[in-house]
């Protein structure tokens, strides 16, 4: 029987990830357990989309090493330098996207304006009302008293002729429009100012009332502007980061930190071109599997959880079943990490292993799995072989009679 029990720990389908298995692993290869018996685990291997002609490689060593990484993960017993390294990590990345995109703050000076093309302008000449735009919205529309800078980012304007205004700011507009009107005007005093700002535009998508693209004007303008300016978040948007793309380059913002002001965190001054995306909340979710009272997905509200609170959320582990000291989770690696996944292994029948469970973070999409023990795997197929028995014992016993 002993015997035999050991047999079905091994047949039953599960992730046999060994206690103290370390190191780099292939998919396309089992784990192996022990001379004996073989890992059954991954079930699968992954699944590569082939990659269109234009990214196939032309050396073929990068390619190999590509390949090679897409087919490998590691296994990575947590410990306190391990936990440390993942906290570290999460803090240099938060800080350096600090560092790189400058801040909005209630006490900046704003710049002086610069203008562009599609904004429209109002130039006024003082005591010359022959050369000032008539502005009067009861009889026509606004935008039609103004002077349109062109896609070219050019103007046109009597006894001047077009030129270029896109660049300059109203104070050198005006010099500009005073130096040249001299041959028209004695002394001319020359004021100009902006009547509808339509030349910097930022795209918002994803979660919010209102998506589409808003207006720069005069005043600077960051993440939480933006996101007021599009009627506020949606009741399934993110409250934990949104993405700001500049220049093809993503960054993640830490939204929470900007909403709540528990953490401050820096709302980033939007430049011309940038897009900003709210995420759905169901990409802010862990996993929780295995031998837990209930296995579901756990929503994260911060930017990263700490492992126990996603245990505790989900009712804690199986008194019986689980065996707290196989407790594994799942991460999908960065594209540019030399592995696409690595699995953490933690054990917490210790103290240490409690204490390291309080610290480790989580991160959106992980997977935590806990094992059963080798009792409640033995009883579990003992369940699903015992009705077959039963059948096979009875019909024995009717032929015989």
């Known amino acids: 029987m002993a015997v035999f029990a050991s047999g079905c720990v091994h047949l039953f389908p599960g992730l046999n990830v060994q206690e103290g298995d370390e190191g780099r692993r292939d998919f396309s290869q089992p784990v192996v357990a022990s001379t004996a018996q073989p890992s059954r685990w991954p079930p699968y291997v992954t699944t590569r989309v082939p990659p269109l002609p234009t990214e196939v490689s032309a050396d073929p060593a990068a390619a190999n090493a590509a390949e090679a990484r897409q087919r490998q993960y590691e296994v990575v017993k947590v410990t306190p330098a391990v936990v440390a390294s993942l906290v570290d990590k999460e803090d240099r990345f938060r800080s350096a996207n600090l560092r790189s995109l400058p801040s909005v703050t209630p006490g900046d000076v704003p710049p002086e304006y610069r203008i562009g093309p599609g904004d429209i302008l109002f130039v006024t000449v003082w005591e010359h009302p022959e050369l000032t735009q008539p502005f009067n919205s009861n009889q026509r529309k606004p935008e039609l008293d103004g002077r349109v800078v062109a896609a070219d980012g050019s103007v046109y304007y009597p006894y001047i002729g077009r030129f270029h205004v896109a660049g300059m700011t109203c104070p050198e507009a005006a010099a500009y429009i005073a130096k040249h009107l001299h041959r028209a005007v004695i002394d001319p005093k020359v004021d100009v100012s902006v009547m509808y700002y339509r030349a910097k535009r930022v795209q918002v998508t994803g979660e919010v009332k209102t998506p589409g693209t808003i207006t720069l004007d005069d005043t600077p303008k960051g993440i939480i502007q933006a996101i007021d300016a599009s009627g506020g978040l949606t009741e399934t948007a993110s409250r934990r980061r949104a993405v700001l793309v500049r220049d093809r380059t993503a960054y993640r913002i830490d939204l929470v930190g900007l909403l709540s002001g528990e953490a401050p965190s820096g709302n980033p001054v939007l430049m011309p071109g940038d897009e900003i995306h709210i995420p759905h909340r169901g990409e802010d979710k862990v996993y929780v599997l295995g031998e837990v ?109």
Not at 326 to 355: C, H, K, Q, W
Not at 368 to 376: D, R, S
């Open 293 to 401: 009272n209930e296995q579901q997905p756990v929503m994260m509200q911060q930017p990263s959880m700490p492992l126990i609170e996603a245990l505790a959320s989900s009712g804690g582990m199986q008194r019986l079943r689980a065996n707290d000291s196989g407790v594994l989770v799942f991460r999908l690696n960065d594209p540019a990490a030399d592995v696409v996944a690595s699995i953490y292994a933690l054990d917490m029948s210790t103290p240490e292993g409690m204490l390291l469970a309080s610290e480790f973070p989580l991160e959106a999409r992980d997977i935590v799995y806990v094992k059963a023990t080798a009792f409640a795997q033995y009883n579990s197929i003992i369940e699903q072989i015992l009705p077959s028995v039963q059948t096979a014992y009875m019909l024995h016993r009717i032929t015989r009679n």
